[in-house]
Nanobody, 129 residues
Framework: QVQLVESGGGLVQPGGSLRLSCAVS??????????VGWFRQAPGKEREFVASISRNGDGTSYADFVEGRFTISRDNGKNTVYLQMNSLKPEDAAVYSC????????????????????WGQGTQITVSS
């Protein structure tokens, strides 16, 4: 069983930064067996991919709208995956959720929601002056 809990959301001004954390609790395997992704969903819009990271952290992928502003990273020893978000824009406002998938491949990452089996509840990001 896998449980994911996001934190770090809140209200930030345009141009500001936030760091989201995804704390992962696993019962049988360790976090280094899981690829992790971040997704977001704004009101009235479909959920969309934000970033993903491979089991070993060597592989990362980002949505086009990120444009170098976000960085995904992981600390397997702390069972936590991070999403550092800089230069935030009003259009980045959404509920951000992390998801995990027990991948066979250490350096594979996954950009589609359907690849993931376990999801957190999400954390709200509001970008407003």
């Amino acid at each position: 069983q896998v449980q994911l809990v996001e934190s770090g959301g809140g209200l930030v001004q345009p141009g500001g930064s936030l760091r989201l954390s995804c704390a992962v609790s696993v019962s049988r395997l360790t976090l280094d067996h899981y690829a992790v992704g971040w997704f977001r969903q704004a009101p009235g819009k479909e959920r969309e991919f934000v970033a993903s990271i491979s089991r070993n952290g060597d592989g990362t992928s980002y949505a086009d709208f990120v444009e170098g502003r976000f960085t995904i990273s992981r600390d397997n020893g702390k069972n936590t995956v991070y999403l550092q978000m800089n230069s935030l824009k009003p259009e980045d406002a959404a509920v951000y959720s992390c998801a995990a998938y027990a991948s066979l491949y250490r350096d594979a990452y996954f950009n589609t929601a359907g690849a993931y089996n376990d999801w957190g509840q999400g954390t709200q990001i509001t970008v407003s002056s």
